[in-house]
């Protein structure tokens, strides 16, 4: 039987754009974070309208052009992608979470918020 704060999954999504591709414009790094959460959103099939406002953690990957001065773009940057994201689908998250680059990252977030989940903070 499994507990009630055993984390789950509800909803993945991943987004590739490759070179070459016909777009009308490029996609910005915000703007594939955006359809990449709307895709997991999809992806849970619950209705968003219910999902959306129970959101109480957004999390991103620190981006090449702010982990490195070599990527750093010349058409300036965001201070905070996971806030952009939860502003763009309509979440009010508790705490949105960029942290430090490091290449256990993403590991390092799934393994917080699962624990966070378990003891229900």
Known sequence: MREAATPILVGC???????GEHL????SPQGLMVAAARRAIADSGAAPARLVPRL?????IRTF???APQFETPFGRCENYPAH???AIGAR???CLYPVVGGNTP???VN??????????
């Open 13 to 19: 999504a991943r987004l590739t754009v490759r070179d």
């Open 24 to 27: 009308p414009s490029p996609p």
């Open 56 to 60: 109480d953690s957004v999390a991103a």
């Open 65 to 67: 052009a702010d982990s």
């Open 85 to 87: 994201v939860a502003r």
């Open 93 to 95: 998250p508790r705490r």
């Open 107 to 109: 590991q390092w977030l």
């Open 112 to 121: 917080l918020l699962a624990e966070d989940i378990r003891t229900e903070r």
